[in-house]
């Protein structure tokens, strides 16, 4: 099994700085792309920022604030969020485009999620 273990989120005033941690662990072969989402109450889930391989892509909203980055050694993928609004509140998911050992598959994958909330 694999699985995404998430941390660093929490309460932040605007303005303020958190960095969120996700750790992939279980029988993986290759790591296609991780990534972040996020959702807010009433609202879908969206895209906050990826990296498929070396290229990063950004939501606009967070262009400029946000810096996702790699450990490929730790199979772990960090987001730096810097200047945070209220509107950046919202629970926080670590995705993972994984190939997966014996049965040798690729698959898509999710963290538990984790609580960021911004005051104002």
């Known amino acids: 099994q694999v699985q995404l273990a998430e941390s660093g989120g929490g309460l932040a005033q605007a303005g303020g700085s958190l960095r969120l941690s996700c750790a992939a662990s279980g029988s993986i072969f290759s790591i296609n792309a991780m990534g972040w989402y996020r959702q807010a109450p009433g609202k879908q889930r969206e895209l906050v920022a990826n990296m498929p391989g070396t290229t990063t892509n950004y939501a606009d909203s967070v262009k400029g604030r946000f810096t996702i980055s790699r450990d490929n050694a730790k199979k772990a993928v960090y987001l730096q969020m810097n200047s945070l609004k209220p509107e950046d509140t919202a629970v926080y998911y670590c995705?993972?485009?994984?190939?997966?050992?014996?049965?040798?598959?690729?698959?898509?994958?999710w963290g538990q999620g984790t609580q960021v909330t911004v005051s104002s």
């Open positions: 995705n993972a485009d994984l190939t997966v050992h014996m049965p040798r598959f690729r698959s898509n994958f």
